[in-house]
């Protein structure tokens, strides 16, 4: 069992940054794959980031690529999102999650968080 608790959202302007952080409880963190993913008023949860249980591995949406970066860091149980050149789109609730294997469609993930709020202005 894993239980995951997202932190760092808040509010930016456009072009700014905010860095979301994942804290996952037990031992077994580093065995999982993590991922991000966010759901914006009216839409359906997309996949935005996700991180092979060794690090070696990342997979990004095109819409955040070369503006989001995903990390952890096993010894703090913690996976992180930078999010960098903030969109008034990239506005949603991010809601980490943790996997046994990475993907990036929901049913690769087996814990998620309750989500944190992003809000972009213009």
């Known amino acids: 069992q894993v239980q995951l608790v997202e932190s760092g959202g808040g509010s930016a302007q456009a072009g700014g940054s905010l860095r979301l952080s994942c804290a996952a409880s037990?031992?077994?963190?580093?065995?999982?794959?993590m991922g991000w993913f966010r759901q914006a008023p009216g839409k359906e949860r997309e996949f935005v980031a996700g991180?092979?249980?060794?690090?070696?591995?990342?997979y990004y949406a095109d819409s955040v690529k070369g503006r989001f970066t995903i990390s952890r860091d096993n010894a703090k149980n913690t996976v992180y999102l930078q999010m960098n050149s903030l969109k008034p789109e990239d506005t949603a609730v991010y809601s980490c999650?943790?996997?046994?294997?990475?993907?990036?469609?929901?049913?690769?993930?087996?814990?998620w968080g309750r989500g944190a709020q992003v809000t972009v202005s213009s």
């Open positions: 999650a943790a996997g046994l294997l990475i993907g990036v469609v929901q049913s690769s993930y087996n814990y």
């Open positions: 991180m092979s249980y060794s690090g070696g591995t990342t």
């Open positions: 037990g031992r077994t963190f580093m065995r999982y794959a």
